[in-house]
């Protein structure tokens, strides 16, 4: 007689089973914090672009602009299903922390169509930067999923180029614009201390192993240095 074929059905999987696990076998909390940190700010992103898009002087800048909110509505939508998976709420998770966020948006209105172009560069720029350095400290898996919202970061170029031709045209603007990134720089680096610290689990996920201090120290250095790269790229400096 022969023995039964084993069912061709798909055996149902526990997407628990899927998260990255620790040495004990167990993901560290702190993960879906962070995702959920990150989420919140996602949300934010993408309001506070699409406010800013009232600014816009004609109809090519204002798609441009929507095609950077319609990214960050993608990187929320990834990062929402991590929290899901992890046993969050993502609205839950938006109203915990998206206050941080939106006070940083409010001492960054910006007001003129060219602060709201280097706000989108730098604050594309920075929202990249911040996740690089992110997910090398993490474990594998969430290191990927950082990776993958992280590769869809890319769409403000045009307001690089745009800022780059208006201070072409007025040198003058070249000073003012330069103050107004190295604001954004200040209060992006202030804001997301208050994020990380927001959760002592993930400061403790991000830099065990290292004096805190130091470790965040590094962190921002890092971002710093990439700040100033993106500046020049802007002619600004």
């Not at 709420?89 to 940083?104: L, T």
């Not at 208006?166 to 990134?181: E, H, V």
């Amino acid at each position: 007689m022969s023995t039964p074929s084993a069912s061709s059905e798909p055996v149902p999987t526990d997407p628990a089973a899927e998260l990255p696990a620790d040495s004990a076998g167990q993901e560290d909390p702190a993960v879906g914090n962070l995702f959920a940190v990150l989420l919140a700010g996602e949300y934010a992103a993408f309001y506070r672009l699409i406010e800013e898009s009232a600014m816009a002087p004609d109809v090519p800048s204002g798609i441009a602009i929507a095609r950077m909110a319609a990214s960050e509505i993608a990187h929320f939508e990834k990062l929402s299903e991590q929290v899901t998976r992890r046993g969050l709420d993502p609205a839950e998770s938006v109203v915990r922390y998206r206050n941080v966020f939106d006070q940083y948006h409010e001492a960054t209105t910006p007001q003129t169509w060219l602060e709201v172009l280097v706000k989108a560069y730098v604050g594309d720029g920075l929202a990249a930067d911040f996740y690089v350095e992110l997910a090398e400290m993490l474990p594998p898996a969430a290191h990927d999923v950082i990776s993958e919202v992280m590769a869809e970061t890319g769409n403000s170029q045009f307001a690089r180029d745009q800022v780059r031709k208006a201070i072409a045209a007025d040198p003058a603007l070249r000073s003012p614009l330069t103050l107004w990134g190295r604001r954004l720089l200040g209060e992006a680096v202030t804001h997301a201390q208050w994020v990380l610290a927001a959760e002592e689990g993930v400061m403790d996920l991000l830099f065990s192993g290292t004096s805190s201090l130091s470790g965040v120290a590094d962190f921002f250095d890092s971002m710093t240095a990439r700040h100033a790269e993106r500046m020049s790229d802007m002619d600004l400096g």
